[in-house]
């Protein structure tokens, strides 16, 4: 059965801040239920889960305030195996968790650790890696699997545990529409067997349906509750106005074209074109032929064709199931990995090193791209002789006024997405490729990214993002290209 978690006037300053992370939060989650703490980047919601797992203040220094309580028991009195056995905790950035280099062991560590017998701990991995539906990644390594694949490890890994209390931090955010189902479902199985799960999370759709209670947070406090009926009757206004993602399923997106040619059963049959609209003067275009990109011994793309035009104002969102490629084709386009095949940019064949000079791709993990000491210098490096008004004006456009100084490993993870992009916006690379650029993102990060794409595009860059957000894609009035793996 669940467990009772407690936050009794709980406070928390992280070490070197000026400011309480938390402050003064009263939380009661019964055994059994399953609540959702959202609210804007930066208002908590991450640092009640390392309370609860009790990473503050043991990993993430900092001066405490109040209790924290599993069934009456302080966690900062829990051995650290009694705590691993009770609590089990999927974060955002799966690599942060992963102990292994193969899916198996992964999935078995926590057990291992445990001190299972060999064939329960065989059952577990068998059993969770059913549960989130990664059976076909067993036997792989886990540093050649898409971002959306490792996030379902990590969720298998901590459920072959059998922890009573589920603690997640933003657990959809790499994750497809298919992908983020097989999550719901296998969230729903555990609340149904008792589970007490506490969820942080911007996308609110997909756990409406199981959510008990869904927290705002602002400023390191809890600001409102709802129910989930309560929070899809707000009006529209409020919601934006109190930063929000919308809590509504999203619908699917409009003019889509599939191209295939993703696995090696079956090789492109024909291009796929995805126009932006008419064309305006010189748009750009990128055509590939028979494209083939491999990684890690396997063939991620085989054989794929397509054709993209670019028109001003439009966006070119990549879409499709997690593994199908969408990363590797984006880097393919920029020049970052090796490739079989043709790419042309404007009628032209370019070269691997042609791509990397002529485009600018903007990562899904923003620390292996910046490389400056302050935000500013990262836009001065994308642009040589950019004035520093022009600076602060781009900063400001995401949300980022008065960082121009602030060194870019010390900002937030989301913070580190919008600098990234906005390194993007003020380099003159005519292709602009994104990958996951609103991954973990609130609703207010996500308008600014949309706002600033299709500036982008409206400039007559050929602006290509691969994502899973639905929401920005909506915003961006994107037009859709799905990558499908061949064999489907």
């Known amino acids: 059965m669940g467990v009772r978690i407690r936050l009794d006037e709980f406070g928390f300053r992280y070490l070197g801040r000026d400011a309480d992370a938390l402050s003064r939060v009263d939380l009661d989650v019964a055994p059994g239920e399953t609540v959702v703490l959202t609210g804007r980047s930066g208002c908590g919601k991450s640092t009640v889960i390392r309370a609860v797992n009790g990473l503050v203040p043991d990993f993430h220094a900092g001066t405490v305030e109040g209790r924290v309580l599993l069934d009456d028991r302080d966690v900062a009195d829990l051995p650290s195996h009694e705590r691993a056995a009770l609590v089990g905790t999927v974060f955002q950035d799966p690599r942060s968790q992963f102990f292994t280099t193969t899916v198996d062991d992964e999935i078995a560590f926590a057990c291992e650790n445990l001190g299972l017998p060999s064939a329960r701990i065989a059952e577990r991995v068998e059993r969770s890696a059913a549960l989130v539906g990664v059976e076909a990644l067993l036997g792989r390594e886990v540093f050649a699997l898409s971002s959306g694949q490792k996030q379902l490890v990590a969720l298998a890994s901590v459920l072959a545990a059998d922890p009573a209390v589920l603690v997640l931090d933003e657990p959809a955010a790499n994750l497809d529409a298919l992908a983020t189902a097989a999550l719901t479902a296998a969230l729903a199985r555990l609340r149904a067997g008792g589970t007490t799960i506490l969820v942080a999370e911007h996308r609110l759709a997909y756990l409406l349906p199981l959510a008990d209670r869904v927290l705002r947070m602002d400023g390191g406090r809890i600001a409102d509750a709802w129910t989930p009926r309560e929070l899809l009757d707000l009006p529209e206004p409020v919601r934006v106005d109190l930063g929000l993602r919308d809590p509504a ?202 706002r600033i794409l299709r500036d982008l595009a409206a400039d007559g860059r050929l602006v290509l993002v691969t994502s899973h957000d639905e929401e920005l894609l909506r915003e961006c009035d994107a037009v859709r290209l799905a990558l499908v793996p061949a064999a489907a």
């Open 249 to 450: 399923p999203a619908p699917g997106g409009s003019s889509v074209r599939r191209t295939r040619g993703t696995s090696a059963e079956r090789p492109a049959e024909s291009p796929a074109v995805a126009s932006a609209g008419p064309s305006g003067d010189q748009p750009v275009r990128v055509e590939v032929r028979g494209l083939v990109v491999r990684v890690g011994g396997s063939s991620v793309l085989d054989g794929l064709d397509l054709d993209v035009r670019a028109a001003p104002g439009r966006v070119v969102g990549i879409t499709g199931p997690i593994g199908s490629g969408k990363t590797t084709l984006a880097r393919a386009l920029c020049g970052l990995v090796r490739t079989r095949g043709e790419i042309r940019v404007d009628g032209r064949a370019r070269s691997r090193r042609q791509r990397v000079a002529g485009g600018f791709f903007v990562m899904q993990d923003t620390d292996y791209q910046l490389f400056s000491d302050s935000a500013a210098h990262e836009l001065e490096l994308s642009r040589p002789g950019i004035d520093r008004a022009e600076v602060d004006r781009v900063l400001g456009t995401l949300g980022l006024g008065g960082l121009g100084d602030a060194h870019p490993l010390g900002l937030s993870g989301g913070q580190k997405q919008r600098l990234a992009i906005a390194a993007a916006a003020v380099n003159p690379a005519r292709l602009v490729v994104l990958d996951e650029p609103t991954s973990g993102l609130d609703a207010d990060g996500m308008r600014r990214v949309a």
